[in-house]
């Protein structure tokens, strides 16, 4: 699996609560989650196998256990905040919220 893969062109298309973010990571299995996230999807009341990366330059009013809406093109999928980090990345800040895919 390659983690560093994007949406890439199609990240324009993409909303996360009604905004677009800077970038977007592809789903990825829960598997591939570290024990502290794989606990909290576990105490949540959502049923959720897989996750992404949603990437802001600028932070968002989303908080950890929001539901929001991810949607492409019309696909629109429910999504769980599991984290939110704030990065420093080449000198410059970054807002990364891990997000749930509800099944």
Known sequence: MYFEEHYEELTSEIRLGGVTPDANSMPMNKMFLGKKFQKIIKNSTHNVDSYMNVIFEKKQIFKNGDVLEWELQGEV???FVIEYKKLFVKGKHFHV?????IE
């Open 77 to 79: 999928l429910p999504v």
């Open 97 to 101: 919220y891990a997000v749930g895919i």
